[in-house]
């Protein structure tokens, strides 16, 4: 099975900062014939299904703010927000949908300082 | 595209639970579809998928194998999850999920005497 580490477990900011979440993956999710990497990014603020922020490891989900971004290839992945909001606060997973089973980081949980 | 649950199951354990996901809004058999369970306070568990397109071709967890079934009905474009030998570990919050998409809402099993 593919294993998803995420870091850090946890975060906290101040409004207005940045924050960069990083998840690797005990081998590539670049599958070579399309050049794509298998692995997306989902926001869970409580009491809420996760939301999709990106698929494709850096392509962008309808509707999300363009203060987050991220990228990465391979084995090594990175959702950043670029100016952290209140409404940022909840937990960030990344899932690889590369090969089953379709393993998620541990999640890295974001709060305001 | 969206994805409809079906509501809350109150479970004795050793029962058998079976919920729903009604997918519309893209072509039913272009995505595979997965199964996650999340625990109370707890990260993202992969149960299994199934690709409606090749004749409902299932892969499952090795942790739940033998207990979960899923399966696809092409003609409603619905997708069970069915989940036997209950027991209080069960009691989650369960999602359908297309690989790298939107997520259902959440249907919230408990087990309990």
């Known amino acids: 099975d593919i294993v998803l580490t995420q870091s850090p477990d946890s975060l906290a900011l101040s409004l207005g900062e940045r924050a960069t979440i990083n998840c690797k993956s005990s081998?590539?999710?670049?599958?070579?014939?399309?050049?794509?990497?298998?692995l997306a990014w989902y926001q869970q603020r409580p009491g809420q299904p996760p939301k999709l922020l990106f698929y494709?490891?850096?392509s962008r989900e309808s509707g999300v703010p363009d203060r987050f971004s991220a990228s990465g290839s391979g084995t090594d992945f990175t959702l950043t927000i670029g100016s952290l909001q209140a409404e940022d606060v909840a937990v960030y997973f990344c899932?690889?949908?590369?090969?089953?089973?379709?393993?998620f980081g541990q999640g890295t949980k974001l709060e305001i300082k | 595209v969206q994805l409809v649950q079906s509501g809350p199951e109150l479970k004795k354990p050793g029962t058998t639970v079976k919920i729903s996901c009604k997918a519309s809004?893209?072509?039913?058999?272009?995505?595979?579809m997965n199964w996650v369970k999340q625990a109370p306070g707890k990260g993202l568990e992969w149960l299994g998928l199934?690709?409606?397109?090749?004749?409902?071709?299932?892969i499952y967890s090795e942790n739940f194998q033998g207990r979960v079934t899923i399966t696809a009905d092409m003609s409603t474009a619905t997708v069970y999850l069915q989940l036997s030998g209950l027991r209080s570990e069960d009691t989650a919050v369960y999602y359908c999920?297309?690989?790298?998409?939107?997520w259902g809402q959440g249907t919230q099993v408990t087990v309990s005497s």
């Open positions: 494709w490891s850096s």
């Open positions: 081998q590539s999710i670049l599958y070579s014939s399309n050049n794509k990497n298998y």
């Open positions: 999920a297309t690989p790298g998409g939107p």
């Open positions: 899932q690889q949908y590369y090969s089953a089973p379709h393993t």
């Open positions: 199934i690709d409606p397109e090749d004749g409902g071709e299932t």
């Open positions: 809004g893209y072509s039913f058999t272009e995505y595979y």
